[in-house]
């Protein structure tokens, strides 16, 4: 099955069957999808958190790259490349 591609004009979304939780066990958060589960960084996290499906990934980029002092440029493909290999897994839409 052919998974979509990020690109400058995607808006971001967990997948339907695929949900973000706080595990208070594990004191941490976690991906949760049918038999599968991710442990994601603290990072990974932020960035799935403004996956709305409604906002787009200019603004998600430059809304991390403010909120950790970084340059576009470095934050930029770094998102890119966790969204795209999440899409290509099937935990996110574009």
Known sequence: MARSAVSDTSQPRLADHVKLRFDAI???W?????ERML???EVA????KCCD??????????RL???????????GPDVV????????????TT
Request: charged letters at 25%; hydrophobic letters at 50%; proline letters at 8%.
């Open 26 to 28: 594990r004191k941490r």
């Open 30 to 34: 976690v991906v949760m999808a049918p």
């Open 39 to 41: 442990l994601p960084d």
């Open 45 to 48: 996290v932020d960035v799935l």
């Open 53 to 62: 499906g409604a906002t787009p990934l200019a603004t998600i980029i430059d």
């Open 65 to 75: 790259a403010t909120d950790y002092q970084a340059p576009v440029e470095v934050v």
């Open 81 to 92: 490349a966790l969204l795209q290999d999440l899409c290509e897994r099937g935990f996110v």
